[in-house]
DNA sequence: CGCTTGATTGATGCCATTCAACATGGGTGG
DNA sequence: CCACCCATGTTGAATGGCATCAATCAAGCG
């Protein structure tokens, strides 16, 4: 298991201020799936879950197991992942505070469930989960609008996995992450994953992360700080690259 | 636009009996999402909407554009695709009787939808299906399951994209394709999709996926018969090049 | 300080693409 | 009904991009 190791705690997500296990404090109530519920509703919910602390490296949930729970991300990152029977692996998603995971109304968990950083959930056993969004549409919508989402793009890295070239997949990770992360004012932006975890992103090897990185700071394009740390010198050359040939 | 000529008629679905323009004929009413509406909820979204029509080849929407209309398919098969600026395409979904197309409660379409045998869809404006749904549990609850259903399938598929060798891919998709398309007695199937078409799934070359497939002729593992006619002679065989290396 | 882990750099080989020629077959019109 | 034609598919040779294998470098940590 590659990644069953700490991640380096300097890059982790600052902690957030939400020791309360009541909804009233919670700092993903807004963006996650419940925002739309009453409040009775919401912590009638609550009622049927828990809150959890996973370390850097814990799995939650294992591809193909039984779809036992799911849960709202309140705080840190998390990898989505399939792999071959011979232990080629790819990432199928990545995902943040007020992000929803797990296989609801499913009895198969389809990937597996990976913190990339210390993480709290707000975890659900499946079915009762199940029960409380047929009884409550606007949880259900909320919860449609997101799988929407993720669909369209989880479809548009098909694309860039299937048909870019490893500069142009780089090229759209690195202006990606930009985007994500809301670089500071300086365009410094400082990566969540390692390169072992951002070629699995990416669908190559490590190594060819490392010369596409090393290139494009020859270029100028980026400036490379530390292991984590990449400045944006130049986006509109990422763009181009990112784009076509 | 490669594929804006019209399919051998040779392999077109058969025709259907479903000449009526009401929902208690339709074929896939027990299948499509509208299938646990009560029957006067459904007459009532049948009003909404039209039965079309279409021609292989011909495209319904594009990527980019407004969201306007969803649909379900009636009929026939079509392809989702995305493209780079560049030209490269990447079909992203292939889509078959009693699928929903479209992108429901969002203003973009993320790709574009087109047919590749005749076909004949259930269309809706966007904005009244969206209402419609609003006000239907039963309904956003099926396009819930479906999509959720279609992310599992699209996150399994980036695997193959991103990790799987020609050979790998080719074997994954006839085995994917004798399974939907229920080999008759024989094992004998017709690929509703030409060998650039299967190109496009599978991320790889139009050569290659020929001289992977007259490889595993020679091997004895399938056998071709015409261009669009494959017998699956060894299942076992595919199945242990499908997984691993 | 050695040890471990993560990242970079280098050398080599292979698989898939690319470019190009050729075959096939279905459809059409004389 | 056959000859022709064009789209589709196959086959070949050469190239190149990425993987693989392997060594080196750089950090953090006990």
Redesign the interface.
């Given at each position: 298991m590659r990644f069953d190791v700490a991640q380096n705690a300097a890059f982790q997500t600052p902690a957030r201020s939400c020791g309360s296990r009541s909804c009233a404090a919670c700092v993903v109530r807004d963006q996650a799936i419940c925002a739309d519920l009453k409040d009775s509703d919401r912590d009638a919910l609550s009622l049927l879950g828990r809150r959890v602390t996973l370390r850097a490296g814990q799995t939650v949930m294992w591809e193909g197991d039984d779809s036992m729970i799911v849960a709202n991300v309140i705080e840190g990152t998390l990898k989505?992942a399939?792999?071959?029977?011979?232990g080629?692996?790819?990432i199928?998603?990545v995902v943040y505070a007020s992000d929803f995971i797990g296989?609801?109304?499913?009895v198969r968990t389809?990937?597996s469930v990976t913190a990339l950083t210390d993480a709290r959930l707000c975890l659900f056993p499946r079915g009762s989960f199940d029960g409380f969004a047929?009884r409550h549409?606007e949880l259900?919508?909320r919860?449609?609008?997101r799988?929407?989402?993720?669909?369209?793009r989880?479809?548009?890295?098909?694309?860039l996995?299937?048909?870019?070239t490893a500069r142009e997949k780089v090229a759209t990770f690195l202006l990606d992450m930009g985007r994500r992360l809301r670089a500071d004012g300086d365009d410094v932006i400082a990566l969540p994953l390692s390169r072992q975890q951002i070629a699995d992103v990416?669908?190559i090897t490590i190594e060819t992360v490392s010369r596409q990185m090393t290139e494009l700071k020859r270029e100028a394009v980026i400036d490379l700080i530390g292991r984590r740390g990449v400045r944006l010198l130049n986006k509109p050359a990422l763009q181009a690259m990112a784009?076509?040939?």
């Open positions: 989505l399939t792999s071959t029977g011979d080629r692996e790819q199928v998603g296989r609801p109304f499913g389809p990937h047929m549409g259900q919508h919860l449609l609008q799988t929407l989402d993720d669909l369209d989880t479809r548009a890295w098909m694309l996995l299937a048909r870019k990416l669908g784009e076509a040939a």
